[in-house]
């Protein structure tokens, strides 16, 4: 036998190891353990939160609009992980996407080439607001916004931003300073140059720009905290009055945005509004992959983009990634293929239609409003001396504890999945995914009808849970 055709003894073949890493093993052998991982490990007052509210549910796996629990119980989702799960929960054109581009094994985020998802996703985002002309790809909605005020100001060369009470735009430290909710900027201080105006009040918007140094009003086209609507007109004249001052538009649609309100931005409800600047994120990850987006004009982007040596002045690490790219493309593509901001439009009024014919029937229903599938639902105090005594008890403990006695029978007894909308607001909001139908407000018209009557007979378990509540209310909720 020659020496190239001799071979060594391998000795025993090895055993094949078992990979350390088994994902589906994990979550049996510890998936029991969810609540106090997140107690030892991460946030503690969540759980603690969740099991004084009665939320601490365990839910099994999720489809479109409903959840499951162990039992094969469904419960409706009416939150949409706030207004991220546009399409619902694993929306099989999504997940074909992920699947796709993940087999696809493509060089990405090389930051030395320019790939061609990024692009395609501008280009279909753009084609919904024909005015603006570049996108900035990051991997939130606070980082959307933090986009945004950066190029308002270097545009503009002016450091203060506007913006509106009670607003909610992120809470990263730039978001922050243009949050409308004391609660969330108290201990983060000092932020922003920043002054806060009353929503539709165009004489204290006017007031602020003639000081000469206000960058851009950034805004929610409809408010997420309380559900709060501008007059008719109002964007429209702010933009003119920004525009003369020489200040920006920023429209913040990253809950109102991709069809939430029946039409594809909220900002397209009034004519001729066409803000400088648009923020994106959420229902365009389809749920899976973080991603946000800021649209702007292009005279803007080449403000900050101004040389080759500013080429990275503004990036993300993540931003523009090919898994959160093919999900944008998936979804914009599942909205145009399946009507998504027609029936946001059609079923949203028909369920505000059908809610807002109860507040003739409940003295403690005040007020329902919204546009498209973003509705709020408003309580107030009750004219009966009975119910009155009741409410007064709550408000004195804490405003919005009414709000949260509905949200928690809506579950408990509905399996229905909703919260209230800020901090001291009596408001309900509700922010479904947008593929759901008249099944699904049936079902939720019922269950409130349901609870309202309850509340107004007296119902010995919702109002002792109110009680609850107040104790803790009362105690600082330590």
């Known amino acids: 036998m020659t020496a190239e055709t001799t071979t060594p003894d391998a000795g025993p073949t090895p055993t094949a190891r078992r990979p350390s890493f088994d994902l589906a093993r994990l979550l049996a052998e510890r998936g029991a353990e969810r609540y106090e991982l997140h107690t030892r490990h991460l946030n503690h007052q969540l759980p603690r939160m969740l099991r004084t509210i009665g939320f601490d549910k365990v839910y099994e796996r999720a489809e479109g609009a409903y959840f499951w629990d162990a039992d094969g119980q469904d419960y409706l989702d009416m939150l949409a992980g706030f207004g991220v799960m546009g399409l619902g929960r694993h929306h099989p054109v999504v997940r074909r996407a992920l699947h796709d581009v993940l087999d696809a094994s493509l060089a990405d985020l090389t ?13 279909r985002l753009l084609a919904h607001t024909p005015h603006l002309d570049r996108v900035f790809f990051g991997n939130s909605g606070t980082e959307a916004v933090e986009t945004a005020l ?17 607003a909610f735009h992120g809470l990263t430290a730039g978001s922050l300073s243009v949050n409308g909710e004391g609660g969330f900027r108290d201990g ?32 929610e086209p409809v408010q997420g905290k309380g559900v709060f609507l501008p007059p008719p007109g109002w964007l429209h004249a702010a933009q003119e009055l920004l525009h003369r001052h020489k200040a920006l538009l920023v429209a913040d649609e990253v809950q109102t945005g991709l069809g939430r309100t029946g039409e594809f931005f909220a900002y397209q409800h009034e004519t001729g509004v066409e803000p400088d600047l648009v923020c994106v994120a959420k229902s365009l990850s389809g749920g899976y992959v973080p991603v946000g987006a800021t649209l702007g004009k ?5 403000k900050v983009y101004s040389s080759m040596d500013r080429v990275l002045v503004h990036s993300a690490s993540f931003g523009s990634n090919a898994q959160a790219m093919a999900a944008g493309l998936a979804v914009l593509a599942v909205m145009e293929d399946e009507g998504i901001v027609a029936n946001a439009r059609t079923t949203g009024e028909l369920l505000r239609s059908r809610l807002a014919a109860l507040t003739a029937k409940y003295e403690l229903l005040h007020d329902v409003r919204g546009r498209g599938l973003m509705i709020g639902i408003e309580f107030g105090r009750p004219s009966s001396l009975r119910l009155r005594s009741r409410w007064t008890m709550l408000q ?31 408001v309900i909001k509700l922010i479904p995914p947008l593929i759901i139908g008249e099944k699904e407000v049936d079902r939720f018209v019922d269950a409130f009808t349901a609870v309202m009557d309850d509340a107004h007979n007296g119902g010995g378990l919702m109002w002792d849970f109110g009680r609850t509540l107040v104790k803790q209310a009362v105690s600082g909720g330590r």
């Open 111 to 123: 930051r030395f080439d320019c790939p061609p998802l990024p692009g395609l996703l501008a280009e």
């Open 150 to 166: 950066k190029f308002a100001r270097c545009a503009t060369g002016r450091p203060r931003v506007l913006y509106c009470e009670h």
């Open 188 to 219: 983060f201080g000092p932020l922003l140059p920043d002054t806060a105006v009353p929503l539709g009040d165009l004489d204290a918007l006017e007031r602020e720009l003639r000081r000469g140094d206000v960058a851009a009003l950034v805004v």
């Open 298 to 302: 292009d005279w803007i982007f080449k």
């Open 396 to 426: 004195a403990a804490r405003k919005g504890l009414f709000a949260q006695m509905v949200v928690v029978p809506l579950l408990q007894k509905h399996r229905i999945l909703t919260q209230v909308s800020g901090d001291h607001l009596e």
